[in-house]
């Protein structure tokens, strides 16, 4: 992937001097889709909280889980809401690589996350990439890329992992995700995973609000949320085992996915299915 600092391609009307959530989080997983605004956030994040950087990899490890319990469970459709940056173990190559029948359209409102994921997905039929916006279901169900690929009478799953957080409660997360649950049959998913500040004290809590504060004074604001927030979001699915959990504790593969303190991710992970 080309450095982005002087993106021939890159749309005009992109501010390139002020850091987007895709390219900060494309930058912390060590791809090369970012700008020098970019790097300078991850960088003030990583000097608060160097342990940013382990807990995109454990949303990244939680993606992998999760799609591979999908799948296990024969959902062959996914509709990956915020999908950023294409990095490495992509849901359509995680799910592909399991079952080649399994279509993925990607939705992310970042016109760059579309832009690169494009000729990632140009030779795949099963896969494609649409410009669009979580708030407005309707834009994103009815987008015709997505509308000829996903079989809404077949059982879908809607992944939205870490982007609820960009989403403020006055936009009403919970009538929003009940708009996707009404477009849905009996069958289908949603999985979730979202930042908390549930657990944290002490020094651990102070720096996670430091980096809520960096991020709200140079980006947008960063909106954390409890369990039962998340619970009420997804309200009309019904939770799989072992429910909101923090990521390393979702279906972990091994003892090594866990770690020593799962809570310090400070981001939980739930998948929840439409009875
Ligand atoms: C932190 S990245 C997460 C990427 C991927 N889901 C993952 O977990 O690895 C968040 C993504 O959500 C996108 N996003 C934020 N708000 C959105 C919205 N309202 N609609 C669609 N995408 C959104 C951002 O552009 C960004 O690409």
């Not at 450095?3 to 895709?22: C, E, F, N, Q, V």
């Not at 494009?118 to 030779?123: A, G, K």
């Not at 500040?197 to 430091?210: H, P, V, W």
């Not at 949320?225 to 072992?242: K, M, S, W, Y």
Request: charge should be negative.
């Amino acid at each position: 992937m080309p450095m982005l600092d002087r993106p021939r391609w890159a749309p005009k009307r992109i501010d390139l001097t002020r850091p987007s959530g895709a390219r900060v989080y494309d930058y912390l997983l060590g791809g090369g889709c970012n700008t020098a605004a970019d790097r300078e956030l991850a960088k003030q994040l990583l000097e608060v909280m160097p342990q940013v950087r382990d807990t995109v990899r454990l949303n990244r490890n939680f993606l992998r889980r999760v799609v591979t319990y999908l799948v296990g469970q024969g959902v062959t459709q996914f509709l990956d809401i915020g999908s950023g940056i294409p990095s490495v173990g992509n849901v359509h190559q995680l799910a592909q690589g399991l079952d080649p029948k399994c279509r993925v359209a990607y939705v992310d409102n970042d016109p760059i996350a579309i832009a690169y994921a494009e000729p990632l997905l140009r030779d795949n039929d099963l896969a494609t990439a649409v410009l669009a916006d979580f708030r407005s279901p309707e834009q994103v169900l009815g987008a015709p890329a997505v509308r000829s690929l996903i079989d809404f009478d077949q059982p879908v799953a809607v992944l939205t992992l870490l982007m609820m957080h960009f989403v403020p409660d006055s936009a009403d997360p919970a009538r929003l995700m009940g708009r996707y649950r009404d477009a849905l049959v009996s069958g289908s998913y949603v999985a979730l995973s979202h930042p908390s500040f549930t657990g944290a004290e002490g020094e651990l809590l102070a720096d996670a609000q430091a980096v809520g504060e960096i991020v709200q004074n140079t980006m947008e604001p960063l909106h954390v949320r409890t369990a039962d927030d998340l619970l009420r979001i997804i309200a009309g699915f019904e939770p799989v085992p072992p429910g909101v959990v923090h990521l390393p504790l979702w279906r972990p593969d091994s003892a090594a996915d866990v770690g020593c303190h799962p809570e310090s991710s400070l981001v939980y992970g739930v998948v929840a299915a439409k009875p």
